[in-house]
């Protein structure tokens, strides 16, 4: 392994959670996977994780780890725990820190997955050499990671940035919170298949949507269907787009940044998400912010990704109270 340092990035999903080994310059040395909703338990999941990295942990040395850094959902950077996850198995608040670190004899970071995301970009990504961005993830659902001077934003508790749940445009319940008109709602990939089924109601041209059961759409049917023409999938990237693009126009206006990064499965859409956003984002802008920032789509591979923003929580190695009393614990 060459007798350089490592660190390993975990990304915890609500059905599987991936890990990998990954060295400075951002290449992975191994990869591997296990269940996430297999264990009842916290405490099962993260036995089974250690199993899994026991055998690589051994064969690179311990010494040679750096650190184990993870990205979950509702993970909190300050206290260490995942605080009720709504997608993963344990619903309450877990001590994911405490835990890792405990079995693993290695200091442990965590932040959510959108935060990691960020930290990715900031490392190996698009967003190089940049201190001010924000990465809005369009998956399942819309995450978001913002960076000012540098550091991620994490508010006072440990929750700041959750941008795919701001107020976009009133009318549509989300199906989990309820709460009506959040931008996740319209832009993910499952408000892209919603604003697809909705429109179809109403629609009286013909349509190569029609020719597929409601559950089969989706919004990369919807995107290959636009790509052959279809005019009102067309009309769905252009509406989402319109809506992702006001947002973005509110997003730069209150923190400045050098760039605006759109990262997830959404984004395979290309220029049918990409033109109408940036038409949309730049309309709402003051001129002082117009024309300044960039729009940029993720560098990472989708399947890379996660594992390398969670590892590189290990190489940023900023610290919470709970991380530098670990990492004294270790010494």
């Not at 769905?236 to 319109?242: A, K, L, M, N, P």
Request: proline fraction near 4%; aromatic fraction near 8%; glycine fraction near 12%.
């Amino acid at each position: 392994m060459n007798n350089q340092p490592y660190a390993i990035g975990v990304d915890i999903g609500g059905t599987s959670t991936k890990y990998g080994v990954v060295n400075r310059l951002g290449k992975i040395a191994y990869k591997g996977s296990i269940p996430t909703n297999q264990y009842p338990t916290a405490e099962e999941f993260v036995e089974a994780l250690h199993c899994a990295l026991q055998p690589i942990i051994n064969e690179i040395g311990i010494d040679q780890i750096k650190g184990i850094g993870i990205g979950a959902p509702n993970g909190n950077y300050y206290t260490g725990t995942v605080d009720y996850a709504p997608n993963l198995p344990w619903n309450k608040v877990v001590p994911l820190v405490d835990l890792v670190s405990g079995i693993s004899n290695l200091p442990c970071w965590l932040t959510n997955d959108a935060n990691a995301a960020a930290m990715g970009e900031m490392m190996y990504g698009a967003a190089r050499g940049m201190k001010d961005f924000i990465v809005i993830t369009l998956g399942t659902g819309v995450g978001s990671g913002i960076v000012n001077n540098g550091q991620l934003v994490y508010g006072h508790d440990g929750f700041a940035g959750e941008l795919g749940h701001t107020i976009a445009r009133r009318g549509r319940k989300h199906w989990s919170t309820g709460y009506d008109g959040s931008l996740e709602t319209y832009v993910s990939a499952t408000g892209i298949a919603l604003t697809a089924k909705i429109f179809l109601e109403t629609w009286t041209k013909p349509s190569l949507l029609r020719g597929y059961k409601e559950e089969e759409i989706t919004s990369k049917l919807i995107c290959e269907c636009a790509l052959q023409g279809d005019e009102l999938a067309q009309h769905v990237f252009d509406y989402t787009g319109e809506i992702l693009g006001e947002a973005l126009s509110n997003f730069v206006m209150f923190s400045s940044p050098e760039a605006v990064i759109l990262f997830g499965g959404v984004i395979k859409a290309g220029d049918l998400l990409m033109k109408p956003v940036k038409e949309h984002m730049e309309r709402n802008l003051l001129p002082i912010f117009q024309n300044k920032v960039k729009l940029l789509f993720s560098e990472l591979k989708e399947a890379d990704a996660a594992i390398l923003g969670a590892s590189a929580l290990v190489w940023e190695g900023k610290m919470s109270l709970s991380n530098l009393k670990q990492e004294k614990l270790i010494q």
